[in-house]
């Protein structure tokens, strides 16, 4: 049975989905609602006989029982709650998104071979599902910074705010890349776009002032985006756990294959 609200976590059997389970424990505790570990049993694995179909269902069940054991492990009030559904990954990861405060999967899943490079159904998943995503590379007690892009625009902000949750959830510290220097350097001459920054940059203090002044444990730091996001990702990756995306960016699967943790704003949020 599905809940209305809940975080829920794609499993598949793999080391990247249990890590994506205690990943999404804090996620869950933080908003006092229930984890769901979902499991989802593609039609064609089924075959054509009662055996393969036994088989396909032990498997699912040894899976998402193995996950239920991780998240117990972490000792952590959370409320967990098992789903096997009869359905292909993405499609019942996509669905499961309608409801979800939150859907986390493993970057690499069960039948990905490739190395270092995001998954095909967690690719799929973070640009088509209806709630924020978490792709989780990084064990859940990897250290590092909290990863945002700024352009100043509303997709942004809502990236900029899920950063600051995220930041203050794990104790770690936020950093924010500034990015509209590139955004605007096709539109505006060299006065306009010197303009256009220092109001960016301006929209950008007042957030981070009130934000400090909320949070005096917070620790924030802004850095100009002179180069890519991966560019900056290459050279810091040992200090950054996790990149914060707004709902409307069209790189996922770009830092997706980073070595760092993605979560992608809501889509449905505009602020």
Request: glycine share 4%.
């Given at each position: 049975m599905s809940t209305a609200h809940a975080v829920v976590v794609g499993i598949d059997?793999?080391?990247?989905?249990?890590?994506?389970?205690?990943?999404?424990?804090?996620?869950?505790?933080?908003?006092?609602?229930?984890?769901?570990?979902?499991?989802?049993?593609?039609?064609?694995?089924?075959?054509?006989?009662?055996?393969?179909?036994?088989?396909?269902?032990?498997?699912?069940?040894?899976?998402?029982?193995?996950?239920?054991?991780?998240?117990?492990?972490?000792?952590?009030?959370?409320?967990?709650e098992l789903e096997v559904v009869q359905d292909k990954p993405i499609?019942?990861?996509?669905?499961?998104?309608?409801?979800?405060?939150?859907?986390?999967?493993?970057?690499?899943?069960?039948d990905d071979a490739a190395h270092g490079r995001i998954g095909a159904t967690a690719s799929a998943v973070a640009k088509s599902a209806h709630c924020p995503v978490a792709v989780v590379r990084t064990p859940a007690s990897g250290g590092g910074g909290i990863l945002v892009e700024f352009d100043g625009r509303p997709a942004s902000s809502t990236a900029l705010q899920a950063g600051v949750d995220e930041a203050r959830l794990r104790g770690a510290p936020l950093c924010v890349m500034t990015t509209w220097q590139h955004r605007y350097s096709d539109m505006y001459d060299a006065t306009a776009l010197a303009d256009r920054n220092r109001l960016a940059q301006a929209q950008l203090d007042r957030r981070l002032t009130r934000w400090r002044r909320r949070y005096p444990e917070l620790t924030v730091q802004t850095v100009a985006g002179d180069g890519s996001t991966l560019d900056y990702l290459a050279a810091h990756r040992d200090s950054i756990q996790l990149v914060v995306i707004g709902p409307e960016h069209g790189r996922v699967g770009e830092l997706a294959d980073s070595d760092c943790s993605l979560l992608t704003c809501d889509r449905q949020q505009r602020l």
């Open positions: 059997g793999s080391q990247s989905a249990l890590d994506a389970a205690i990943w999404a424990v804090k996620e869950a505790v933080s908003r006092d609602i229930p984890l769901r570990l979902v499991y989802a049993i593609d039609p064609a694995d089924n075959g054509t006989d009662h055996e393969c179909a036994a088989r396909a269902l032990a498997t699912a069940e040894l899976a998402i029982r193995q996950a239920f054991t991780a998240v117990e492990a972490t000792e952590q009030p959370v409320k967990i499609e019942a990861l996509v669905e499961a998104s309608r409801s979800a405060a939150m859907l986390c999967v493993g970057a690499t899943g069960r």
